[in-house]
Each structure stands twice: as C-alpha cells, then as structure tokens.
C-alpha cells in the first residue's frame, strides 16, 4: 500500500507559478499528475518514470515541468505561466509497475494509488 499526500496548490493571477508536491510513503516506479475541473472528465497532466522518461498533456507543453526525487520518495509539478483554464483539482497517481508515460496519462482507471487532491485556482 501506499499513501500520497499533495501540496502546493493554491490560488494565483494568470501568468503567474506554483509547485506542486506529492509525497509517496515508499517507492513506486511510475508517477503522475491528473487533475479534474467541476463538470470535466479527469486529465493526464504529467508522467514520470524511475528515470526520469517524461510525457505531457499537450495543454501544458512548455509550461509544466515535471519531476522526482527518488531519494526521498517525492513527485513534483512546476506550473509557469498559468492560465485559467488550469483550474482545477489535481491529483497526484502511482503505481509500482513500469507504465510509459504516455499510457499511464490515458489509463486513470488502471492506477491504483491516488493522493487526496490539492486544488490549483487560477484568475484572470
């Protein structure tokens, strides 16, 4: 089993940063971003594997970036140049088995550990 716990978000003007954090109580090989917006489907935003193989939504290319700290079990999300479309709730999901980065963004219903959410607002 294991637990992820996000942190980070909060609410900014458009253009503006934030990082997001998701803290894993052991290891996992593949991580990721999703996030959800009220009367939207869930959304891949980021994946990551062990080393470091990424891949993007293309909503967010050139804008995010994605990464860990193996060390200490932690997934990250800088979000630069945000807009109010990213608005959202965003989760962070893992799995102990390797996913490409790709198929893990379009398998949600696959992962079987999620963190409790931490809600991104964003203002124009």
């Known amino acids: 089993q294991v637990q992820l716990v996000e942190s980070g978000g909060g609410s900014v003007q458009s253009g503006g940063s934030l990082r997001l954090s998701c803290q894993a109580s052991?290891?996992?090989?593949?991580m990721g971003w999703f996030r959800q917006a009220p009367g939207k489907e869930r959304e891949g935003v980021a994946a990551?594997?062990?080393?470091?193989?990424?891949n993007y939504a293309e909503s967010v290319k050139g804008r995010f970036t994605i990464s860990r700290d193996n060390a200490n079990d932690t997934l990250y999300l800088q979000m630069n140049s945000l807009k109010p479309e990213d608005t959202a709730m965003y989760y962070c999901a893992a799995d102990y088995k390797f996913w490409a980065p790709s198929i893990f963004l379009r398998n949600p219903s696959s992962l079987p550990y999620w963190g409790q959410g931490t809600q991104v607002t964003v203002s124009s």
């Open positions: 052991r290891y996992t090989y593949s």
């Open positions: 990551i594997t062990n080393n470091a193989n990424t």
